[in-house]
């Protein structure tokens, strides 16, 4: 398997490659040359595998000259061995038809850990194959940070740079980033927005001498190794209810388009899934896009649910450059001209073959803490301001006999206040984080300037480095 830019003037490459390069030298997201697909006999055979074995079958055309089986095999056991729940990703069901598939339980309770507990030990293998250090430099909206450090960390070839936007990710979610104290590990507050912290990020790749001198990387979804990794459990829930004999639809909270863009990916590998149901907050792009061809931006607005608080979703690049038939250049046009204008003007066939499958619903902060609140009631079911958002989605799009199911993508625990407010009652942390607000601290803050931030991740790269 081979890998091109979206944008069509980066060289073709490997896994390992792309695992390592990030975002490409063009700007573009690194794609699959094509892509692999089973028979239904193949995802029948899938349905008694383990979930880590099911993740490396499923992983493994993506990576194939890269690793072999059995190494894969190993890291998916290793990534999913510290998981607190024996089906790694359990389904609960909430009336009929309705799912929920839990995503967080991992070590810092977000679905992110499903992919960056392998991605860490992916770098780890290569980086010792090629006896090489990179420099992972990330975005956060509140858990791919955490769950990027978590699984990084202490790892002697990496050096991990984290920025997140200073006051607008909730306090756990920033002190599981600042309180781990490893030296390859270092925080940066950005005096700005998620946007302007992934701006960052993309301006870094951009800037070829520091990429060059840093060998810098990315744990964001923009690295493709995040999204192949993201892909098994789509296909873990739909084997439980029935596939491939049977249709599935999902329903995911969205931010970044890197979780919902995994099951579209499955659905393109042969998977029967029906529709995808994309939840949005009050920075509801992505659902007035879906609706009426609206991709413009608007300020981004905080909200209950701050890991969505978004208004450009990198990975829908890569959607967009499928549906246009992997024209580069009209990709490349078009992603030029949203950065300048904020306004992308997707052609009409383009964005009715999106909205054909895909559907979106928004729902302000108000809504957001009545349907935690009623689920609550009805279910005693606790349900995050990330994950309620999905549940939502999901009930307003399920059709009669296709199963939908909503992935539940952080522990309320994780958002304290939202959840004490919509129900009077406070989650537990669990007994590994129950200390988190007793933890020591560190991290800096910056201003939303390239060289100061360029600056601040090298010095601290030479200070790992010593």
Same mark, same amino acid.
């Given at each position: 398997?081979?890998?091109?830019?979206? +944008?069509?003037?980066?060289?073709? +490459?490997?896994?390992?490659?792309?695992?390592?390069?990030?975002?490409?030298?063009?700007?573009?997201?690194?794609?699959?040359?094509?892509?692999?697909?089973?028979?239904?006999?193949?995802?029948?055979?899938?349905?008694?595998?383990?979930?880590?074995?099911?993740?490396?079958?499923?992983? $493994?055309? &993506? $990576?194939?000259?890269?690793?072999?089986?059995?190494?894969?095999?190993?890291?998916?056991?290793?990534?999913?061995?510290?998981?607190?729940?024996?089906?790694?990703?359990?389904?609960?069901?909430?009336? *009929?038809?309705?799912?929920?598939?839990?995503?967080?339980?991992?070590?810092?309770?977000?679905?992110?850990?499903?992919?960056?507990?392998?991605?860490?030990?992916?770098? *780890?293998?290569?980086?010792?194959?090629?006896?090489?250090?990179?420099?992972?430099?990330?975005?956060?909206?509140?858990?791919?940070?955490?769950?990027?450090?978590?699984?990084?960390?202490?790892?002697?070839?990496?050096?991990?740079?984290?920025?997140?936007?200073?006051?607008?990710?909730?306090?756990?979610?920033?002190?599981?980033?600042?309180?781990?104290?490893?030296?390859?590990?270092?925080?940066?507050?950005?005096?700005?927005?998620?946007?302007?912290?992934? *701006?960052?990020?993309?301006?870094?790749?951009?800037?070829?001498?520091?990429?060059?001198?840093?060998?810098?990387?990315?744990?964001?979804?923009?690295?493709?190794?995040?999204?192949?990794?993201?892909?098994?459990?789509?296909?873990?829930?739909?084997?439980?209810?029935?596939?491939?004999?049977?249709?599935?639809?999902?329903?995911?909270?969205?931010?970044?388009?890197?979780?919902?863009?995994?099951?579209?990916?499955?659905?393109?590998?042969?998977?029967?899934?029906?529709?995808?149901?994309?939840?949005?907050? +009050?920075?509801?792009?992505?659902?007035? =896009?879906?609706?009426?061809?609206?991709?413009?931006?608007?300020?981004?607005?905080?909200?209950?649910?701050?890991?969505?608080?978004?208004?450009?979703?990198?990975?829908?690049?890569?959607?967009? =450059?499928?549906?246009?038939?992997?024209?580069?250049? $009209?990709?490349?046009?078009?992603?030029?001209?949203?950065?300048?204008?904020?306004?992308?003007?997707?052609?009409?066939?383009?964005?009715?073959?999106?909205?054909?499958?895909?559907?979106?619903?928004?729902?302000?902060?108000?809504?957001?803490?009545?349907?935690?609140?009623?689920?609550?009631?009805?279910?005693?079911?606790?349900?995050?301001?990330?994950?309620?958002?999905?549940?939502?989605?999901?009930?307003?799009?399920?059709?009669?006999?296709?199963?939908?199911?909503?992935?539940?993508?952080?522990?309320?625990?994780? &958002?304290?206040? $939202?959840?004490?407010?919509?129900?009077?009652?406070?989650?537990?942390?669990?007994?590994?984080?129950?200390?988190?607000?007793?933890?020591?601290?560190?991290?800096?803050?910056?201003?939303?300037?390239?060289?100061?931030?360029?600056?601040?991740?090298?010095?601290?790269?030479?200070?790992?480095?010593?």
């Amino acid at each position: 398997m081979k890998y091109v830019s979206t +944008r069509g003037q980066a060289p073709t +490459r490997s896994f390992s490659d792309i695992l390592l390069a990030g975002l490409a030298e063009d700007g573009g997201l690194y794609m699959p040359e094509s892509w692999p697909q089973f028979s239904k006999d193949e995802w029948r055979a899938m349905r008694s595998l383990s979930y880590p074995e099911l993740a490396a079958r499923i992983i $493994a055309p &993506f $990576a194939e000259d890269s690793l072999t089986h059995e190494t894969l095999s190993k890291l998916c056991h290793d990534a999913y061995a510290r998981f607190d729940h024996a089906a790694i990703v359990p389904l609960t069901q909430m009336e *009929d038809g309705l799912f929920v598939q839990e995503l967080f339980h991992g070590p810092t309770l977000a679905f992110k850990d499903m992919a960056m507990q392998l991605l860490g030990r992916l770098f *780890d293998h290569v980086l010792n194959e090629r006896d090489e250090r990179v420099t992972i430099v990330g975005a956060t909206s509140g858990d791919t940070g955490s769950a990027a450090i978590e699984a990084c960390r202490g790892r002697e070839r990496l050096t991990v740079a984290i920025l997140h936007p200073e006051g607008r990710t909730s306090e756990v979610q920033r002190r599981q980033m600042t309180t781990v104290l490893d030296p390859n590990i270092h925080n940066l507050a950005v005096q700005g927005t998620f946007d302007d912290c992934q *701006d960052l990020v993309k301006a870094m790749f951009a800037d070829l001498p520091f990429r060059t001198d840093m060998h810098l990387s990315a744990v964001n979804s923009i690295n493709w190794a995040r999204i192949a990794a993201q892909i098994p459990y789509y296909v873990y829930s739909a084997l439980q209810l029935g596939a491939p004999d049977r249709e599935v639809s999902f329903a995911v909270p969205t931010g970044n388009f890197g979780n919902v863009l995994a099951a579209w990916v499955a659905r393109q590998m042969g998977l029967p899934v029906k529709h995808l149901c994309v939840g949005s907050n +009050r920075n509801d792009i992505l659902t007035r =896009f879906l609706h009426s061809n609206d991709m413009s931006t608007r300020k981004v607005v905080p909200s209950l649910s701050p890991s969505m608080d978004i208004q450009v979703s990198s990975n829908f690049e890569r959607l967009l =450059f499928e549906v246009m038939g992997r024209d580069a250049q $009209a990709c490349a046009n078009l992603m030029t001209g949203f950065r300048t204008t904020g306004k992308m003007d997707v052609p009409s066939k383009a964005w009715e073959a999106i909205s054909t499958l895909f559907s979106g619903k928004e729902l302000d902060d108000a809504a957001t803490t009545a349907e935690i609140r009623s689920l609550y009631e009805k279910n005693r079911y606790l349900a995050d301001p990330h994950t309620i958002i999905g549940i939502a989605a999901g009930r307003a799009f399920r059709e009669p006999g296709v199963p939908m199911v909503a992935m539940a993508t952080a522990h309320p625990a994780k &958002f304290p206040d $939202a959840m004490r407010e919509a129900t009077g009652i406070t989650p537990a942390l669990p007994p590994s984080l129950a200390d988190l607000f007793e933890r020591e601290e560190r991290y800096r803050v910056v201003s939303n300037d390239l060289t100061v931030v360029e600056d601040a991740i090298r010095a601290s790269v030479l200070a790992n480095s010593r």
